[in-house]
């Protein structure tokens, strides 16, 4: 059957660059390792699964370069080992414990399942995680995009050689990590503001996402709406999330993700357990902490302690049924474009990747029963990547794309505002300094300490950048570890710029540094020098 319309997924992987080699046991280091077991292996073999069964997945992913460092990173490869070890020796323990209770015993298989399989899949790929995802791009059935150097909000970097370094590090990132040129860009959080154009054009990206209303505001209002991709005067191509099909499946509230058969996010057994039964899998500080095995559902509108037992068979009925109600949608949706406009709309659907089994277990399942249904019912869709779309489309009309994010209010508001306003004016003063020093020494022949400094007082600048930490004091979560990150790398910038110009640089500092923060190993702190003008 002919298709009458097209959906683009694309799936953003990302998180913070958290490396602590100095600690045997970090406990924000829990978030890459809840994210490995939970989301990214998950969605690594439900891919591989489909393309075994002959069906092309035809979602795009993009994949951070600081979650990318993470992948990579041989010290938390070793603790992920131990992570999932440790988890499979408490499994073992709830097995025995709930053995005459067999709704609890059918979730702890489970989860025994769970982090079998993540274990079977890194040992399968030695450990990196990076292999399989550059198989399945290299045989057309995903596509990777890249997003910025540590994911900063770019409109709210003042200077223009600031957005050059975050947008150029990402494309030298990409090019080292997956041996081609990245074709797309995703901007963090969606947020746009013109000046972007001539960095991402000159570091060769071919598109990007905007919000909706960066299309819709735009000032010659679209035809075709958010249904089309668009053109930049200077040649970039945009995609435009559409917020109807985003919201089914994103939203807690309104969306799939709430329904009161899936699993409870936030009861889990590290609170509920005894304590001395758990302490053995505790953070060294002792203090109770999620530990992944969560035995609840949603169940509605209770408290914690009101929620029900969780079932999977029912969770999995839940998610085929969903799937089913979302392509149905899509489905109506497509033909009224269709109808209305004359044109084979492309519905672009952007989430987060970590939605998909670590916040919303049932993602991935979900996912995979959407990309089934359609090659098992012969539907009118078909799942295309962004450069696909782009190579069968005509020429995209132009557009001029507004100031905007996906973030609460359709701005910068989470980003900027009085709970994390006071990061700014140090983040911004060590990225004047960083530049002014970069222009002083570009041409300089520099013993090779000097250009160590300062290429890690440049990894230092843009991990300050990074909208992590700025949106951790904003919601309250981690506050003190975002604004000490913060204070961290800007504190490390200043120190080892100072440095380089007293020409007193402490060797030991630095390689500590060095080894902590040792992401963009080929970075060149020229990145962040000014644009000649002749």
Known sequence: MSSKGSLLFLLHAHLPYVNHPEHADFLEENWFFEGVVETYIPLISMLESLVKDGIRPGIAVSISPTLGAMLENETLEGKLARYIKTRLELIDKELVRVENDPALLKIVRLYARLYEEAAGIIH?????????????????????????????????????????????????????????????????????????????????????????????????????????????????????????????VWSAKFGY??????????????????????????????????????????????????????????????????AADFLERRMRQVEEIHSSKGIKPVIVGCYDAELFGHWWFEGPTFLECVLRKIRQDRLPLQFVTPSEYLNSAQEPPELNPQISSWGEKGYFDPWLNEKNDFVYPEVLAVTDKMIETANRFRNHDLSLLAARALNQAAREVLLAQSSDWPFLLYIGSHAQYAAARVEGHVAGAARLLAEVLEKKIDEKALAGLEKKNNIFPRLDFRLFASVSKF
């Open 124 to 248: 399968t790929y030695s450990g990196d995680l990076i292999t399989p995802l550059k198989q399945l791009q290299h045989a057309g059935h995903i596509e990777i995009l890249t997003t910025s150097a540590t994911h900063s909000i770019l409109p709210l970097l003042a200077r223009p050689e600031a957005l050059r370094a975050q947008v150029a590090a990402a494309a030298d990132d990409y090019m080292d990590r997956f041996n081609t040129k990245a074709a797309g860009f995703w901007l963090p959080e969606c947020a746009y503001d013109p000046r972007l154009q001539t960095w991402l054009k000159l570091s060769g990206f071919e598109y990007i996402f905007t919000e909706s209303h960066a299309v819709e505001f735009s000032e010659a209002a679209p035809r075709n709406g958010v249904y089309s991709a668009y053109r930049t005067p200077n040649g970039i191509n945009v995609f435009a999330r559409d917020a109807e099909s985003s919201k089914e």
């Open 257 to 322: 993700p709430g329904d009161p058969a899936y699993r409870e996010f936030y009861r889990d057994l590290g609170y509920d357990a005894d304590y001395d039964y758990i302490k053995p899998y505790l953070s060294e500080d002792g203090k109770r902490r999620p530990l992944g095995l969560k035995y609840h559902r949603i169940t509605g509108d209770v408290d914690l302690a009101g929620k029900l037992i969780y079932d999977p068979d029912e969770a999995q009925r839940a998610a085929e049924r969903h």
